[in-house]
């Protein structure tokens, strides 16, 4: 069957019907998804093996967001979040994308960096020039670690060296630039800076100390952007409205937290979804959005294109990958992979930032008009509905009754059911 992010009724589907629904569109053998199941998602026997101290699980609700077009294909779009309405704004934002061609996205190459800090350098102008003119002994020494990562095409591309002056001296610090390929690469750098410490601050003159990779990954960025169309959108106004709203994103550190936190409600739960670090790319973003002036700002750009509509871009590092660590070893993971069908951690990488470029436009659009809190009261609804123990057929009944009387509360949602059940 072709695939397609596109499915009509989705959410009136139970649980499993759903997990077969989704399979179908994206093309995907249904068992290749059985991990989605509890019963055969990740077991105790694996998560001792994961962490330490294994108590049990804390299971997250996947949801899949439908209606992505990334780069002229169809993707369905693992989320795994414990909050209402983002799975339902993502695909929601991603259907307005669609009526222009959906997503564009781009990336650099996947460039990690890790930190060599050498203190005690007389002279750190000198050592810093030391260290450049021993780049190739010190890159060869750093590829030795992994010889599989080099044979694979990536490995040290450059080797860079800052001076950082600090309330305890000047810090030599020097840069390996790794090509990790499609590894998230924290453990090769790590390696690749352990193993260059000593020979390095032997050159500069000084003594190593801190080695370890950098979450500032701003050689490895991905891009989204797409034209979201005015009339889809809701008009002129709203259009204005969005713009208005993504100006003070980027005038004002107070929303521009609040506005990358709903860029990231999107890109975490990709994140989580394919076992991915959520605290490395998190860290990655939040030390992206400082601009040239030192200001915390938006990561997103809105602007009114020559027609009228919004055009919106993302430019994030997106340190995920593939291979190593929880991607290759969680169920979960695998099974979200095959269903995003990607082949490399740039793919993956590319369609995590469109879906976070999606959720900040579904966020954006919903308070520069109706606000959010009338589509989080309804799934608010149905969550205290479920809560106090109604079944999924009276759960409906009871969430209407709720939003009309303007009281969604627990105590109140039981009145409701009692009288439901006594035909009242
Ligand atoms: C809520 O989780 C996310 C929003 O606050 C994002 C935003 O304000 O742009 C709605």
New binding site residues.
Partial sequence: MPRTSRIQGLRDLSVEARRKAVAEAAGVDPGSLAAFDPAHGLGTGLADHLIENVTGLLGVPLGVATNFVVNGADVLVPMATE?A??VAAASNAAKIARVRGGFTTSSTSPIMQAQVQIVGVADPEAGRVRLLEAREELIGLANAQDPKLVEFGGGVRDLAVRLVPSRAGTYVVAHLQVDVRDAMGANAVNTMAEAIATRAAEIAGGTSLLRILTNKADLRLSRARAVFDAAALGGAEVVDNIIH?AAL?EADPY?AA??N??IM?GITAVVLATGNDTRAVEAGAHSHAISPAGLYSSLSRFEKDADGNVAATLELPMPVGLVGGATKVHPVAQAAITLLGVGTAAELAEIITAVGLAQ?LA??R??ATEG?QRGHMSLHARNIASGIGATAEEVPAVVARLIADGKVRADHAERVLADLRAGR
Avoid: F, P
Wanted: charged share 20%.
């Fill in positions: 909050e309405s983002v709203a994103a929303r609040t506005h936190k709903g409600n900040n966020a954006v919903a308070l959010i």
